[in-house]
């Protein structure tokens, strides 16, 4: 349908910004041009990420008018965006500096995790997902100055939620569907690194980057990112992308 191809089109156009980022920073090419290039597509992909998280709950509706559709995420993601400037500037600033005043390190994860709980449950309640709260409560942690302090302190469980995550969705394809279709799913990853690296890299030369760091751009970016099985998850519980095509697209 309309809405699957909509969905998947704009969620395959993702990369992944943990792995990119991290490649980056463990070849120290974060400073050079194709770092820098990396990093602005990748920065844009994940605000772009609020009006597609706001474009899933607005697809689950009887409306069949997609441009209607693309229109109200658009304005659910600009009042979202709205909201957390104001929020992160007038009330979490204020409750992080009571915080580093007190000097307790464990109120700062506390109160982090409280954060993002309350931001998800909050989306929940006004009709949007809860991975737009989760995603939002970054965002408005990041308005604050002590925004690095945060960093910190969340630091050493980074890399094991973001293992668990991916634990969570291997656990989730199924292998027979995998071995049945390997074929297909390999066709289907050779075509998506091609397609992606190549308009990758037309896009950067169009805006005048050098050959040398276009193509280092396009293939570092050409792959799927991690929002793909966010976005995916809902879908096939709404039914919007059925079962087995989804199985397809997390097998990819």
Same mark, same amino acid.
């Given at each position: ?7 998947? +089109? ?8 943990? #792995?990119?980022? $991290? #490649?980056? /920073? ?10 820098? &290039? ?12 609020? !009006? @597609? ?12 008018? *997609? &441009? ?29 500096? +009571?915080?580093? $005043? ?10 982090? @995790?409280?954060? !993002?709980?309350? /931001? ?29 302090? &945060? ?7 980074? +890399? ?26 390999? %066709? ?5 690194? #091609? ?19 276009? *193509? ?13 099985? #966010?976005?995916? %998850? ?19």
């Amino acid at each position: 349908s309309g809405k699957a191809a909509l969905l998947t +089109g704009s969620a395959l156009a993702l990369s992944t910004t943990a #792995v990119s980022m $991290q #490649v980056l /920073t463990e070849q120290g090419e974060f400073a050079l041009r194709h770092g820098r &290039v990396s990093f602005a597509v990748l920065l844009l992909q994940d605000l772009a990420v609020v !009006v @597609l998280l706001a474009l899933l709950t607005t697809l689950d509706s009887d409306s069949s008018h *997609i &441009v209607y559709e693309l229109g109200l995420a658009g304005v659910k993601a600009f009042v979202a965006i709205i909201l957390i400037i104001l929020v992160g500037r007038l009330i979490f600033r204020p409750l992080y500096r +009571g915080i580093a $005043q007190l000097g307790t390190a464990e109120l700062f994860v506390a109160v982090t @995790l409280l954060v !993002v709980l309350a /931001t998800s449950v909050a989306t929940a309640f006004f009709g949007l997902s809860m991975e737009l709260g989760a995603f939002l409560a970054g965002l408005l942690l990041s308005e604050t100055e002590y925004r690095h302090q &945060v960093e910190a302190d969340i630091q050493p469980f980074y +890399g094991l939620l973001l293992g668990l995550f991916f634990m969570s969705v291997g656990m989730s394809i199924d292998l027979s569907f995998l071995s049945h279709n390997a074929f297909l799913i390999c %066709g289907g990853v050779f075509g998506l690194l #091609v397609l992606k690296a190549t308009l990758l890299y037309i896009l950067c030369l169009l805006f005048d980057v050098p050959k040398f760091s276009a *193509i280092r751009v396009a293939l570092l970016l050409s792959t799927g990112g991690e929002f793909v099985f #966010v976005l995916l %998850g809902p879908s096939m519980k709404t039914g919007i992308i059925s079962h087995e095509f989804g199985q397809y697209l997390y097998a990819m």
